[in-house]
């Protein structure tokens, strides 16, 4: 089967810094993927891993052990603004990707 | 660039009636996907296109269909709804390359 585990909920301060894990096990794998839900809104892209190692987008970074088949998500110096759901996304060799179920985010004052 | 649209935004069904979700894209993307999420929980694939005239089913694709004439339009159909159908439904697109997924505003879906 295929799967991607992630903690359900993170609660953090302003200014702080937060990680967030994803562990996966599925048939193909091209790269993780991590995206940012608003409640009520679209998934919106924040970063990807096609190979081990860590990717800077600002704020945010991504991390990648193919080995582990484990990656992260870290996010530095939290706003209110990042309080939404995140989801680690394996691609598959057909561009497919598979969710995980998410993990929501309360950045708290 | 409007990126990935659909319509409608906002429907109520009752049980057995069929509709189609509209999906558009003006990016020239060869992929296209339909998902499904319930509340609290991941995406899950419905069915996927990589060009005109391809498609394939995803993870749950029973209850569905979808066809792609073009490379713009991917629209879904549900036939004879039911309740299990009662989602909100997103369509996305991606280059032949690309990571990125580019996901439209979704489609909120009641059926009662």
Known sequence: GQSLEQPSEVTAVEGAIVQINCTYQTSGFYGLSWYQQHDGGAPTFLSYNGLDGLEETGRFSSFLSRSDSYGYLLLQELQMKDSASYFCAVRDGTNKLIFGTGTLLAVQP | ?????????????????????????????????????????GLKLIYYSVGAGITDKGEVPNGYNVSRSTTEDFPLRLELAAPSQTSVYFCASVQREGYEQYFGPGTRLTVT
């Open chain 2, 1 to 41: 660039n409007a990126g990935v649209t659909q319509t409608p935004k906002f429907r109520i069904l009752k049980i057995g009636q069929s509709m189609t979700l509209q999906c558009a894209q003006d990016m020239n993307h060869n992929y296209m996907y339909w998902y499904r999420q319930d509340p609290g929980m």
